[in-house]
């Protein structure tokens, strides 16, 4: 059944304090924590361990297909991918978690009224592994300041953080230092010439990221280590993977 078939969820409200508040939420963000969350869809994905990503919405090809790759590595693992639901790897990251048969929560920079299924998740569509969320009233429309709030509502829903590609300025780059300054594991996707392809990607990994190179033996991203940090929240930990760095390609 595609999701146009589908009947659309009733919304629900989870009001700070009350049962079903993700309590990670509450206790990362403290005063700043949203005093509702809106939601559509699979509730349940807000108790299960989960991944959040992040990076720019022009993402390189590589890029792309690096979040792709992380994606499903990780829900084919059984953990829940988070994401903004905005162009470039938001987009990249949610269309492989649900191609890839897993789970995903979208979370939006507006109110809820403002979200539609885009065509191209249609066909994988499926409410039973998909949750958005908006800790905005339902009518609130995109602003930039809404943007950088919900990056941190990202990073209070997942136990471990991916950085795709980030810029020398902006959202991807200040997302990467609020994640450290929460203490939530972030893991930066490592380059081969990060000063140029990917200048937030080398200031993070500068400031105490976690670099992800890809294996020697099959290409992808090794995530066994992003797989220990969702398994053990909030805990530091240190990062020796094998050897390649991913190469960017050329635009």
Not at 147 to 160: C, D, G, Q, T, Y
Not at 190 to 207: F, S
Request: positive net charge; proline residues 6%.
């Amino acid at each position: 059944m595609t999701a146009p078939e589908q009947s659309m969820p009733i919304p629900v409200a989870l009001s700070l304090g009350e049962k079903g508040y993700p309590p990670a939420a509450a206790r990362l963000l403290g005063g700043k924590s949203p005093a509702t969350l809106y939601c559509l869809g699979n509730l349940s994905l807000l108790n299960r361990p989960a991944v959040g990503f992040c990076g720019s919405r022009k993402a390189s090809a590589r890029g792309l297909a690096v979040a792709d790759d992380c994606a499903r590595q990780l829900v084919h693992e059984g953990f829940v991918v988070v994401s903004g639901y905005a162009a470039g790897v938001d987009y990249a990251a949610h269309k492989a978690a649900l191609d890839a048969g897993g789970q995903t929560i979208m979370v939006l920079p507006e109110g809820l009224e403002h979200f539609r299924i885009r065509k191209t998740l249609a066909e994988d569509w499926d409410w039973s592994r998909a949750l958005v969320v908006s800790q905005f009233p339902p009518s609130a429309g995109w602003k930039a300041y809404r943007a950088m709030e919900r990056n941190n509502l990202i990073i209070a829903l997942s136990r471990a953080m991916i950085v795709i590609e980030a810029g020398s300025t902006g959202g991807t780059l200040h997302a990467g230092k609020s994640t450290l300054k929460l203490g939530i594991p972030l893991f930066v996707i490592e380059y081969g010439d990060m000063k140029t392809e990917a200048p937030g990607n080398h200031e993070l990994i500068q400031m105490g990221g976690l670099p992800v190179l890809k294996r020697q033996d099959s290409g992808k991203a090794n995530v066994e280590k992003i797989q220990t940090a969702v398994l053990t929240p909030f805990t530091k930990v240190t990062m020796q993977v094998g050897s390649l760095p991913f190469l960017l390609a050329t635009q």
